[in-house]
T-cell receptor
Framework: DAKTTQPTSMDCAEGRAANLPCNHS???????VYWYRQIHSQGPQYIIH???NNETNEMASLIITEDRKSSTLILPHATLRDTAVYYC?????????????FGPGTRLSVLP | NAGVTQTPKFQVLKTGQSMTLQCAQD?????MYWYRQDPGMGLRLIYY???????DKGEVPNGYNVSRLNKREFSLRLESAAPSQTSVYFC?????????????FGPGTRLTVL
């Protein structure tokens, strides 16, 4: 699995967009970018994933650069409940039983 | 659907005691996983089961054993608990037939070994 680097922590004002960056410069052509988050004391929660096109769902948008070496998770209108640790992961999804490698992630604090 | 359930939620053991952490999923997923999370760190994979009847080691398997009892259940056993195994343990499942292969996590078991 390709390694990822994320900022240790970020702040965001409530109601504003939260933009969380992730660098994955060694990503290979068949690896997808996944984002998960973990709210205090709970299990990680899937947010979104993508290969090379930008993706959007009810929770967030994922912007992947054309060279695929970095991506940004966007929470369009952050709320206090979005305060969590956000994990960026790259992996090949269909590898049989391949595990996810969760690094330290980015601690996002949404401030009132 | 309950998703992924884990029992117990909390456990305190003395060094040398044994215990089994239980995990069950009702999503008909093929693959199941056990992770541990230590303070300030991400999740580290202990063991996984790609399908019923198979298990494989992850990043940190020492001191643990697993059993894939059936498609729904995947247990983690500590034969002789050590203080270094104090951690939060998460079970997860995924469907390899789903192209996203997203993992669904349980609520965790908080284990303290004295």
């Amino acid at each position: 699995d390709a390694k990822t680097t994320q900022p240790t922590s970020m702040d965001c004002a409530e109601g504003r967009a939260a933009n969380l960056p992730c660098n994955h410069s060694t990503i290979s052509g068949n690896e997808y970018v996944y984002w998960y988050r973990q709210i205090h004391s709970q299990g990680p929660q899937y947010i979104i994933h993508g290969l090379k096109n930008n993706e959007t769902n009810e929770m967030a948008s994922l912007i992947i650069t054309e060279d695929r070496k970095s991506s940004t998770l966007i929470l369009p209108h952050a709320t206090l409940r979005d305060t969590a640790v956000y994990y960026c992961i790259v992996r090949v999804p269909w590898n049989y039983g391949q595990n996810f490698v969760f690094g330290p992630g980015t601690r996002l604090s949404v401030l009132p | 659907n309950a998703g992924v359930t884990q029992t117990p939620k909390f456990q305190v053991l003395k060094t040398g005691q044994s215990m089994t952490l239980q995990c069950a999923q009702d999503m008909n997923h093929n693959s199941m996983y056990w992770y541990r999370q230590d303070p300030g760190m991400g999740l580290r994979l202990i063991y996984y089961s790609a399908s019923e009847g198979t298990t494989d080691k992850g990043e940190v398997p020492n001191g643990y054993n697993v059993s894939r009892l059936n498609k729904r259940e995947f247990s983690l056993r500590l034969e002789s608990a050590a203080p270094s195994q104090t951690s939060v343990y998460f079970c997860a499942s995924s469907d390899i037939g789903d192209r996203s292969n997203e993992q669904f996590f349980g609520p965790g078991t908080r284990l303290t070994v004295l």
